[in-house]
């Protein structure tokens, strides 16, 4: 069902508009890298279009990269996530899909808890069948009441917690991981060749032939790696360092989000009831168990 | 864990501490802050922005996720200047005379004054108590009439 949420949508709609890229196509010239009218593509149309085509995105940015750079350089129009759709479509006969060889992956994490309280919940019902056959046949064994009386609303329970709305947590599309050795983790962002603006890009850990600065401790793995970031200016990845100025700590803008003393102001204030409630319930809990114990048949 | 509340959020956050190590972890994000807890109590907090988010496809032990960048000395990291200056503190004033803090503490104020009561830990012990007493009646009484 996640997966779904996020396949590329509105088939009808692009059918549409591949009829007119390919009449686009026949219609002009196509210059060749190294013409005037060639434009490289933007990295951040690379994206787009990677994020709305996430199986067609290798084959858009490395098989078919000279056709959909023709293509833009014949549109006047500035490039656009649905150009790129017509691009992909338009390509779509020359190319041969390989789902295993695209760089764009998704990754799901699963959500193993939502399952383990399923699993608990339907082993919690097998017991409460147990305990209700076994009672059937004892009716004066307190505990299998007990059990019987336990276990069915538990499972309920369970069994509902479990089929509750997992938590998504991540949805990435992004590069894949890392299938040989890394030695570096490598920050970079990209400047729009249009916009002029900078976009974060990817974190990931490669390998770098000659890595500079000193290495640090990846905790989580307890391996050491180069961390660089990538300089847009001069478009290497340089090691990173981090500022010495201590700005806002962000021990002191805990207290801002907190706001404890204005808080303590408008804490909530709690009637007698409630603080003698507890104590009520206690002693309930206690006579009624009590009661239970009481009113037990005796053996013989 | 809330077991009744809807799911927290939760963002991963590549922090790089002072002693040279760094460390993919997940934060709770609570009123558009990364928060750091400890038994429920916030102790550290970071401005959490949606431009400073990069994906991060994953190694293995390390969850991908969007990662956010942040270390000890300061609550927002933006190594490429991709936050807006005026969206950022200003880096000249302390923390007190900041406008763009005590934006945060005032939003912080007025979600103090109107947060609804809500239900106390001791309602909740009651509550339970009083399941536990009705299983235990209802058990007895199941026995009484079945023997």
Not at chain 1, 74 to 88: F, G, I, N, R
Not at chain 1, 142 to 164: D, E, H, K, Q, Y
Not at chain 2, 91 to 111: F, L, P
């Amino acid at each position: 069902m996640i997966e779904e949420e996020f396949e590329p949508k509105k088939k009808k709609a692009k059918k549409k508009v591949v009829k007119r890229c390919t009449g686009i196509v026949k219609r002009k010239a196509i210059p060749i890298e190294g013409d005037e009218l060639f434009q490289p593509l933007s990295e951040q149309v690379l994206l787009q279009a990677e994020y709305a085509h996430p199986t067609k995105g290798k084959n858009i940015r490395e098989k078919v990269g000279v056709t959909a750079q023709v293509v833009f350089a014949q549109e006047a129009t500035p490039p656009s996530v649905k150009a790129m759709h017509l691009v992909a479509e338009e390509s779509k006969p020359e190319l041969e899909l390989n789902p295993k060889s695209s760089a764009i992956k998704r990754f799901f994490k699963r959500n193993f808890r939502q399952y383990a309280f399923i699993a608990a919940g339907l082993i919690l019902a097998v017991i409460f069948f147990f305990f209700a056959s076994l009672y059937g046949q004892q009716r004066d064994n307190m505990f299998l009441a007990m059990g019987v009386v336990v276990t069915l609303p538990g499972s309920i329970f369970l069994i509902w917690r479990g089929f509750r709305r997992p938590d998504l947590e991540a949805v990435i599309v992004g590069s894949n991981k890392p299938t040989t050795k890394v030695n570096s983790l490598n920050i970079y962002a990209y400047k729009d060749g249009d916009t002029g603006l900078i976009y974060p890009k990817k974190i990931a850990f490669e390998w770098i032939d000659k890595p500079k600065g000193q290495p640090q401790q990846c905790l989580n793995n307890n391996n050491w790696y180069y961390v660089n970031v990538y300089d847009l200016k001069e478009e290497v990845l340089k090691p990173m360092v981090l500022p010495d100025r201590q700005y806002f700590d962000p021990r002191e803008f805990a207290n801002v989000i907190k706001m404890p003393a204005h808080k303590r102001l408008f804490e909530r204030q709690i009637s007698l009831i409630q603080k003698v409630g507890p104590w009520v319930m206690v002693i309930a809990f206690m006579a009624s168990l009590f009661g239970m114990i009481a009113t037990a048949p005796t053996g013989g | 864990m809330d077991i009744f509340g809807p799911p927290k959020e939760k963002r991963t956050q590549l922090f790089f501490r002072d002693d040279g190590k760094f460390i993919f972890r997940k934060l709770f994000i609570e009123d558009t802050f990364l928060v750091e807890k400890v038994s429920s109590d916030i102790v550290k907090g970071w401005k959490h922005f949606y431009k400073l988010q990069f994906p991060f496809a994953g190694l293995k032990g390390i969850p991908a996720d969007m990662v956010t960048l942040g270390f000890d000395r300061d609550i927002v990291f933006d190594i490429y200047g991709l936050v807006d200056e005026k969206d950022k503190p200003l880096k000249n004033k302390k923390i007190n005379e900041n406008d763009w803090i005590t934006d945060v503490a005032d939003g912080q104020r007025y979600k103090a004054q109107n947060k609804p009561a809500s239900m106390l830990l001791l309602d909740k012990v009651t509550i339970f108590l009083g399941i536990a007493t009705l299983v235990i009646v209802l058990a007895t009484a199941a026995r009484a009439v079945w023997s």
